[in-house]
């Protein structure tokens, strides 16, 4: 594991909005959970609320996409989380079934070169069946740390 500490579950919105050393509002915003960050892997969760459903009542694909977004790309940053940002580059998902549960979503870096990274993930439900997969590319960025 990295040496950035992730929120213990009973953590308040305050403490839950440091996304592994990065103030991310959006993902505080639709409540994206940190769970843990080591090297080349990100998992996180999404817990049900009405707010992220679609018209039938299943958690939206927009909020299934920003989720994976945040959670492949902190894979891709997870070596150097606080030296590194990243921009996504391109992004692909593919939507195997609905979801109406709470999720967890998991990314990995499969190939990390001096300024890109290569990550797949996926989005699975309460009863551990697939929903989404992803792959996207990311741009590695150094923060400025002034």
Not at 16 to 34: E, K, Q, R, S, W
Not at 47 to 62: C, F, I, K, M, T
Not at 87 to 107: K, P, S
């Amino acid at each position: 594991m990295t040496s950035v500490d992730t929120p213990p579950p009973s953590a308040t919105p305050a403490e839950l909005a440091n996304y592994f050393g990065i103030d991310v509002p959006f993902m505080t915003h639709i409540g994206l959970v940190p769970t843990s960050l080591g090297d080349g892997i990100c998992v996180t969760t999404l817990p049900l609320r009405p707010e992220l459903a679609n018209s039938r009542g299943d958690v939206h694909g927009g909020t299934m996409m920003s989720a994976l977004d945040f959670t492949l790309s902190a894979a891709a940053r997870s070596h150097d989380p606080l030296r590194f940002g990243v921009v996504t580059v391109e992004f692909t998902t593919h939507f195997i079934d609905r979801a109406h549960t709470d999720l967890t979503i998991i990314g990995r870096c499969i190939r990390r070169g001096k300024s890109l990274a290569f990550c797949d993930g996926e989005v699975r439900d309460a009863q551990d069946q697939l929903v989404v997969t992803a792959r996207a590319v990311f741009k590695l960025i150094a923060r400025d740390r002034s």
